[in-house]
């Protein structure tokens, strides 16, 4: 494990089990990873913390410059424009092996 300059990244979703597994995963990859159980909470926290990147949607028009994941359980489930409110979507059936992946690159291309 690599420990990472910078803030860390806000992982933000409604199911404890999932957003605890993201958050471990981040986590053991060497990241800083202030967490929210909900959408409310998430903007709270990503107003009061300096973060390189956020796990969610809805909050690019806040901050462009901040990366923005949005992970779905399935990619057809996403409604129109939902891809224009992020710099990446990773699906959850094959984000362990995508989700860090995804995360350098847009962390590098900044």
């Known amino acids: 494990m690599t420990k990472r300059r910078g803030n860390g990244v806000l992982c933000i979703g ?3 089990v999932n957003l605890n597994l993201r958050c471990s995963l981040l986590k053991e990859h060497g990241w800083n990873v202030p967490s929210a159980g909900s959408g409310h909470e ?3 926290r990503f107003g009061q913390e300096k973060v390189d990147a956020v796990i969610t949607g809805e909050l690019k028009r806040l901050r462009p410059p901040v990366p923005v994941i949005i992970v779905v359980t399935d990619a057809r489930t996403l409604v129109n ?3 224009q409110q ?3 979507v990773d699906v959850k059936a094959q984000e362990a092996l ?3 992946d995804a995360l350098k690159a847009l962390l ?3």
Do not use: E, K, S, Y
């Open 42 to 44: 998430g903007v709270i």
């Open 81 to 83: 424009g939902a891809t």
């Open 86 to 88: 992020a710099n990446a």
């Open 108 to 110: 590098l291309a900044r």
């Open 14 to 16: 409604n199911d404890p």
């Open 98 to 100: 995508t989700l860090i």
